[in-house]
């Protein structure tokens, strides 16, 4: 991070308010040896300063770019896609850190709310095992009892521009796709359940 004037000059402020009061401590003279010392040792405290922040930025799972690997490994990704994009590297990571502190049921709403954390807008349908004293005209007939299955609705394509000052050199400037969506869905069904997907021209 490029250290500014204005940081600079902040610590070497903060170093003349720490210095002992007398006049062997005075800094009227900006070329003092005084002066020049806290000059000397200003560029590194605004540096480790700089980096301070920048640690603040990467315990963030949404903003985390330098640690965003460590984080990826300490939740087992990548697992069944590999994302092309920081973007979504940190969608995919961020799904994943919602799923696993989720302490509710796994319904429908848990299901939307999942593929929005990961960037993609969903309708979930959940399917019910037909009853002839319940079913009604125009419900799908299903008569086997071991298929329990949801679908997912959502648009073909989910379109992502790289945003420069958060994409990295490698990034794609455009991507789309549900590579990422499937994954994601798939992770947090449980294994009794069998998600279907269905894609649409345009799902608002």
């Known amino acids: 991070m490029a250290l500014t004037s204005h940081a600079l000059n902040a610590y070497q402020q903060l170093l003349v308010a720490l210095l002992p009061q007398g006049q062997a401590w005075a800094t009227d003279d900006p070329n003092s040896n005084l002066n020049q010392l806290l ?12 980096r301070v922040e920048d640690l603040k930025r990467e315990m963030d799972p949404r903003t985390t770019i330098e640690m965003l690997p460590d984080w990826e490994q300490a939740y087992g990704l990548p697992d069944c896609v590999v994302a092309t994009s920081v973007s979504m590297r940190r969608s995919m990571l961020l799904a994943r850190v919602v799923a696993e502190v989720w302490q509710g049921v796994i319904d429908a709403a848990f299901i939307v709310h999942i593929a929005a954390v990961a960037g993609y807008t969903v309708q979930v349908e959940e399917s019910v095992l037909s009853r002839c004293d319940q079913a009604v005209c125009g419900d799908a007939l299903i008569a086997d009892a071991g298929v329990a299955e949801f679908s997912v609705h959502a648009s073909e394509y989910t379109y992502r521009q790289a945003i420069a000052g958060e994409a990295c050199c490698d990034d794609r400037i455009e991507d789309w796709g549900n590579e990422v969506l499937e994954c994601v869905i798939q992770w947090i069904t449980p294994a009794h359940l069998t998600p279907l997907f269905f894609y649409h021209g345009d799902l608002s």
């Open 39 to 50: 000059s000397a040792l200003a560029p590194e405290l605004t540096r480790i300063g700089a």
